[in-house]
Protein backbone atom coordinates (compact mmCIF):
# COMPACT_ATOMS: atom_id res chain seq x y z
CA UNK A 1 0.00 0.00 0.00
CA UNK A 2 1.34 3.23 -0.43
CA UNK A 3 2.79 5.90 2.45
CA UNK A 4 -0.25 8.38 2.71
CA UNK A 5 1.98 10.86 2.67
CA UNK A 6 4.32 10.37 0.58
CA UNK A 7 2.94 7.76 -2.30
CA UNK A 8 5.81 5.42 -1.70
CA UNK A 9 6.53 2.90 -3.22
CA UNK A 10 6.90 4.50 -6.56
CA UNK A 11 5.18 2.95 -9.67
CA UNK A 12 6.84 2.34 -13.02
CA UNK A 13 6.89 5.68 -14.38
CA UNK A 14 7.92 6.92 -18.30
CA UNK A 15 10.97 9.23 -18.23
CA UNK A 16 10.72 13.12 -17.79
CA UNK A 17 9.55 14.68 -20.62
CA UNK A 18 10.78 18.03 -21.95
CA UNK A 19 7.82 18.70 -23.76
CA UNK A 20 7.16 22.52 -24.47
CA UNK A 21 4.28 24.56 -22.75
CA UNK A 22 2.12 23.52 -25.12
CA UNK A 23 2.38 19.94 -24.78
CA UNK A 24 2.29 20.30 -20.92
CA UNK A 25 -0.85 22.98 -21.14
CA UNK A 26 -2.47 20.03 -23.34
CA UNK A 27 -1.54 17.08 -21.20
CA UNK A 28 -2.92 19.15 -18.03
CA UNK A 29 -6.33 20.16 -19.39
CA UNK A 30 -6.61 16.66 -20.58
CA UNK A 31 -6.30 15.18 -17.47
CA UNK A 32 -8.67 18.12 -15.85
CA UNK A 33 -11.04 17.45 -18.73
CA UNK A 34 -11.11 13.54 -17.55
CA UNK A 35 -10.52 13.94 -13.80
CA UNK A 36 -13.31 16.54 -13.44
CA UNK A 37 -10.47 18.59 -11.45
CA UNK A 38 -7.89 17.15 -9.68
CA UNK A 39 -5.68 13.90 -9.22
CA UNK A 40 -5.79 13.92 -5.99
CA UNK A 41 -6.10 10.08 -4.47
CA UNK A 42 -6.85 8.64 -8.11
CA UNK A 43 -4.16 6.48 -9.10
CA UNK A 44 -5.91 6.24 -12.26
CA UNK A 45 -5.40 9.71 -13.23
CA UNK A 46 -1.76 9.12 -11.47
CA UNK A 47 0.89 10.29 -14.06
CA UNK A 48 4.37 10.29 -12.38
CA UNK A 49 6.58 12.62 -14.21
CA UNK A 50 8.99 11.75 -11.62
CA UNK A 51 11.86 14.37 -11.92
CA UNK A 52 12.38 16.68 -9.57
CA UNK A 53 13.01 19.63 -11.73
CA UNK A 54 10.01 18.45 -14.20
CA UNK A 55 7.55 21.87 -14.78
CA UNK A 56 3.91 21.26 -16.03
CA UNK A 57 1.26 23.66 -16.76
CA UNK A 58 0.21 24.88 -13.25
CA UNK A 59 3.22 24.87 -11.56
CA UNK A 60 6.58 25.04 -12.96
CA UNK A 61 10.56 23.88 -10.60
CA UNK A 62 11.91 27.49 -10.61
CA UNK A 63 15.99 27.91 -9.77
CA UNK A 64 16.65 28.68 -6.75
CA UNK A 65 17.78 32.17 -7.22
CA UNK A 66 14.66 33.52 -9.83
CA UNK A 67 12.69 35.16 -7.98
CA UNK A 68 9.22 35.33 -7.99
CA UNK A 69 7.25 36.42 -10.97
CA UNK A 70 3.97 38.38 -10.85
CA UNK A 71 0.92 36.12 -10.79
CA UNK A 72 -0.38 35.23 -14.00
CA UNK A 73 -2.81 37.06 -15.72
CA UNK A 74 -6.87 36.01 -15.74
CA UNK A 75 -6.21 35.80 -19.70
CA UNK A 76 -3.24 33.47 -19.27
CA UNK A 77 -5.23 31.31 -16.80
CA UNK A 78 -8.36 31.04 -18.76
CA UNK A 79 -6.44 29.82 -22.37
CA UNK A 80 -4.98 27.33 -20.65
CA UNK A 81 -7.41 25.89 -18.27
CA UNK A 82 -10.85 26.93 -20.25
CA UNK A 83 -14.06 26.13 -18.23
CA UNK A 84 -16.43 23.43 -19.07
CA UNK A 85 -19.77 23.64 -18.62
CA UNK A 86 -21.35 22.11 -15.64
CA UNK A 87 -17.87 20.63 -14.45
CA UNK A 88 -16.67 21.12 -10.89
CA UNK A 89 -15.42 24.34 -9.68
CA UNK A 90 -12.00 25.01 -10.78
CA UNK A 91 -9.64 26.17 -8.34
CA UNK A 92 -7.51 28.68 -11.25
CA UNK A 93 -11.00 30.20 -12.04
CA UNK A 94 -9.43 33.76 -13.23
CA UNK A 95 -12.02 35.31 -10.48
CA UNK A 96 -10.26 33.62 -7.60
CA UNK A 97 -7.20 35.07 -8.48
CA UNK A 98 -7.66 38.33 -9.94
CA UNK A 99 -9.20 41.63 -8.85
CA UNK A 100 -9.65 42.41 -5.09
CA UNK A 101 -8.84 39.85 -2.72
CA UNK A 102 -11.75 39.34 -0.05
CA UNK A 103 -9.93 39.40 3.88
CA UNK A 104 -9.84 36.25 5.58
CA UNK A 105 -12.43 37.33 7.71
CA UNK A 106 -15.08 37.89 4.62
CA UNK A 107 -13.96 34.50 3.39
CA UNK A 108 -14.87 33.17 6.51
CA UNK A 109 -17.92 34.52 6.65
CA UNK A 110 -18.85 33.01 3.16
CA UNK A 111 -18.14 29.99 4.06
CA UNK A 112 -20.65 30.27 6.93
CA UNK A 113 -21.78 26.79 8.29
CA UNK A 114 -20.42 24.85 5.60
CA UNK A 115 -22.55 22.04 3.97
CA UNK A 116 -20.76 22.46 0.31
CA UNK A 117 -19.80 18.41 0.67
CA UNK A 118 -20.01 15.42 2.19
CA UNK A 119 -17.15 15.83 5.10
CA UNK A 120 -20.07 18.81 6.82
CA UNK A 121 -21.63 15.52 7.66
CA UNK A 122 -18.53 13.81 10.24
CA UNK A 123 -16.64 17.21 11.50
CA UNK A 124 -17.39 18.32 14.89
CA UNK A 125 -15.60 22.17 13.50
CA UNK A 126 -14.35 23.23 10.54
CA UNK A 127 -10.75 24.47 10.67
CA UNK A 128 -10.47 27.09 8.50
CA UNK A 129 -6.91 27.83 9.31
CA UNK A 130 -5.13 30.43 11.50
CA UNK A 131 -2.13 32.66 11.76
CA UNK A 132 -0.64 36.06 10.33
CA UNK A 133 -3.28 37.03 7.88
CA UNK A 134 0.19 38.88 5.85
CA UNK A 135 2.46 36.06 6.63
CA UNK A 136 5.33 35.50 4.13
CA UNK A 137 4.85 31.68 4.82
CA UNK A 138 2.20 29.70 4.02
CA UNK A 139 1.88 26.13 4.76
CA UNK A 140 -0.67 23.65 3.67
CA UNK A 141 -1.59 20.25 4.38
CA UNK A 142 -3.96 17.72 3.10
CA UNK A 143 -7.01 18.14 5.85
CA UNK A 144 -7.95 18.35 9.90
CA UNK A 145 -7.65 14.90 11.79
CA UNK A 146 -9.23 14.36 14.91
CA UNK A 147 -7.66 16.81 17.24
CA UNK A 148 -7.63 19.67 14.42
CA UNK A 149 -11.32 18.79 14.28
CA UNK A 150 -11.85 18.79 18.12
CA UNK A 151 -10.22 22.45 18.72
CA UNK A 152 -11.05 23.98 15.26
CA UNK A 153 -7.06 24.98 14.69
CA UNK A 154 -4.85 23.23 12.21
CA UNK A 155 -1.79 21.42 12.98
CA UNK A 156 -2.47 21.05 16.60
CA UNK A 157 -2.32 17.04 16.87
CA UNK A 158 1.05 15.42 17.18
CA UNK A 159 2.42 16.20 13.55
CA UNK A 160 0.82 19.73 14.27
CA UNK A 161 3.65 19.84 17.90
CA UNK A 162 6.64 18.57 15.14
CA UNK A 163 5.29 21.35 12.63
CA UNK A 164 5.22 24.07 15.21
CA UNK A 165 8.99 23.27 16.68
CA UNK A 166 9.98 23.05 13.48
CA UNK A 167 8.94 26.70 12.86
CA UNK A 168 9.62 27.46 16.39
CA UNK A 169 13.24 25.98 17.14
CA UNK A 170 14.41 25.04 13.22
CA UNK A 171 12.90 28.42 11.14
CA UNK A 172 13.13 31.03 14.45
CA UNK A 173 9.63 31.98 13.72
CA UNK A 174 6.41 32.00 15.83
CA UNK A 175 4.09 30.28 14.75
CA UNK A 176 1.95 33.23 14.92
CA UNK A 177 4.37 34.56 11.93
CA UNK A 178 3.43 32.04 9.28
CA UNK A 179 -0.37 30.90 8.37
CA UNK A 180 -1.28 27.49 8.40
CA UNK A 181 -4.25 25.71 6.22
CA UNK A 182 -5.26 22.67 4.63
CA UNK A 183 -6.74 21.78 1.34
CA UNK A 184 -10.21 20.91 2.85
CA UNK A 185 -11.73 22.61 5.87
CA UNK A 186 -13.38 19.09 7.44
CA UNK A 187 -11.43 16.16 8.84
CA UNK A 188 -12.07 12.75 6.14
CA UNK A 189 -12.96 9.95 7.90
CA UNK A 190 -10.59 8.00 9.67
CA UNK A 191 -8.16 10.26 7.99
CA UNK A 192 -8.35 9.40 4.77
CA UNK A 193 -7.16 11.67 1.74
CA UNK A 194 -9.55 13.99 0.54
CA UNK A 195 -11.66 13.26 -2.08
CA UNK A 196 -11.92 15.06 -5.30
CA UNK A 197 -15.27 15.94 -5.41
CA UNK A 198 -14.37 17.76 -1.63
CA UNK A 199 -11.64 19.28 -2.91
CA UNK A 200 -13.55 21.14 -5.59
CA UNK A 201 -15.79 22.14 -3.12
CA UNK A 202 -13.04 23.32 -0.72
CA UNK A 203 -10.49 24.20 -2.84
CA UNK A 204 -11.78 27.74 -4.05
CA UNK A 205 -11.86 29.04 -0.51
CA UNK A 206 -8.36 28.02 -0.21
CA UNK A 207 -7.43 29.90 -3.42
CA UNK A 208 -9.24 32.64 -1.59
CA UNK A 209 -7.28 32.51 1.11
CA UNK A 210 -4.35 32.54 -1.02
CA UNK A 211 -5.06 35.73 -2.50
CA UNK A 212 -5.87 37.36 0.74
CA UNK A 213 -2.92 36.54 2.42
CA UNK A 214 -0.45 37.18 -0.44
CA UNK A 215 2.49 34.86 0.69
CA UNK A 216 6.06 34.94 -0.71
CA UNK A 217 6.32 31.44 -0.20
CA UNK A 218 4.02 28.34 -0.22
CA UNK A 219 5.25 25.17 1.63
CA UNK A 220 3.31 22.21 0.67
CA UNK A 221 3.16 19.84 3.24
CA UNK A 222 3.24 16.04 2.00
CA UNK A 223 1.98 14.73 -1.12
CA UNK A 224 -1.86 14.81 -1.42
CA UNK A 225 -1.64 18.62 -0.74
CA UNK A 226 1.45 19.17 -2.88
CA UNK A 227 -0.23 17.27 -5.95
CA UNK A 228 -3.34 19.53 -5.37
CA UNK A 229 -1.86 22.36 -5.66
CA UNK A 230 0.44 21.25 -8.63
CA UNK A 231 -2.57 19.75 -10.26
CA UNK A 232 -0.76 16.49 -11.27
CA UNK A 233 -0.03 13.07 -8.98
CA UNK A 234 4.06 13.95 -7.24
CA UNK A 235 5.55 11.30 -5.60
CA UNK A 236 7.13 13.95 -2.57
CA UNK A 237 10.60 12.21 -2.20
CA UNK A 238 11.06 13.14 -5.81
CA UNK A 239 9.04 17.00 -5.72
CA UNK A 240 10.69 17.97 -2.46
CA UNK A 241 13.35 20.08 -2.26
CA UNK A 242 12.83 21.66 -5.81
CA UNK A 243 11.21 25.08 -5.77
CA UNK A 244 7.85 25.23 -7.89
CA UNK A 245 5.79 27.46 -9.34
CA UNK A 246 2.25 28.38 -8.13
CA UNK A 247 0.52 31.14 -10.31
CA UNK A 248 3.63 33.30 -9.50
CA UNK A 249 4.42 32.05 -5.96
CA UNK A 250 7.06 29.93 -5.30
CA UNK A 251 6.11 26.95 -3.80
CA UNK A 252 8.19 24.16 -1.73
CA UNK A 253 6.96 20.86 -1.05
CA UNK A 254 8.21 19.14 2.08
CA UNK A 255 7.54 16.25 4.16
CA UNK A 256 3.95 16.25 6.28
CA UNK A 257 5.27 16.05 9.75
CA UNK A 258 3.44 12.80 10.63
CA UNK A 259 5.50 11.27 8.18
CA UNK A 260 8.54 12.31 9.85
CA UNK A 261 6.87 11.28 13.18
CA UNK A 262 6.46 7.82 11.41
CA UNK A 263 10.22 8.06 9.86
CA UNK A 264 12.41 9.77 12.18
CA UNK A 265 15.68 9.18 10.37
CA UNK A 266 18.52 11.92 10.37
CA UNK A 267 18.32 11.66 6.58
CA UNK A 268 14.46 12.72 6.82
CA UNK A 269 14.84 15.55 9.24
CA UNK A 270 18.29 16.28 7.34
CA UNK A 271 15.87 16.67 4.43
CA UNK A 272 12.66 18.62 6.10
CA UNK A 273 15.68 21.16 7.62
CA UNK A 274 16.92 21.34 4.26
CA UNK A 275 13.55 22.47 2.28
CA UNK A 276 13.16 25.13 5.17
CA UNK A 277 16.45 26.79 4.93
CA UNK A 278 15.59 27.47 1.58
CA UNK A 279 12.53 28.85 2.51
CA UNK A 280 14.02 30.88 4.72
CA UNK A 281 16.66 32.38 2.21
CA UNK A 282 13.94 32.69 -0.08
CA UNK A 283 12.15 35.30 2.48
CA UNK A 284 15.69 36.93 3.22
CA UNK A 285 15.64 35.65 6.85
CA UNK A 286 18.69 34.62 8.58
CA UNK A 287 19.13 30.75 8.67
S1 LIG B 1 -14.57 20.46 3.62
FE1 LIG B 1 -14.84 22.58 2.90
S2 LIG B 1 -16.46 22.47 1.33
FE2 LIG B 1 -16.55 20.57 2.54
S3 LIG B 1 -18.08 21.02 4.12
FE3 LIG B 1 -16.05 21.46 4.99
S4 LIG B 1 -15.75 23.67 4.64
FE4 LIG B 1 -17.43 22.99 3.29
Redesign the pocket.
Known amino acids: MRDRHTGEPPRAAPPPEAGSLRESVADYVALLASSGLWVVGDPAASREDGAREAPSAGARALRADEPARPSIAAATVAAAFPATPGSAPDLFTPSLLDGTPSTLAEIREQ ?1 GE ?8 G ?1 TH ?1 V ?1 GEGNPKAEILFIGE ?1 PGEEEDRQARPFVGRAGQLLTKIIRDGMKLRREDVYIANI ?3 R ?1 PGNRE ?1 ERD ?1 VA ?2 GP ?1 LMQQIRAIGPRVIVTLGRPSTSTLLGRAVQITRVRGVWHDFHGIPLMPTYHPAFVLRQYTEKTRREVWEDMKQVLQRVGRAI
Open positions: LCTRCKLSRRIFGVKCPPEACF
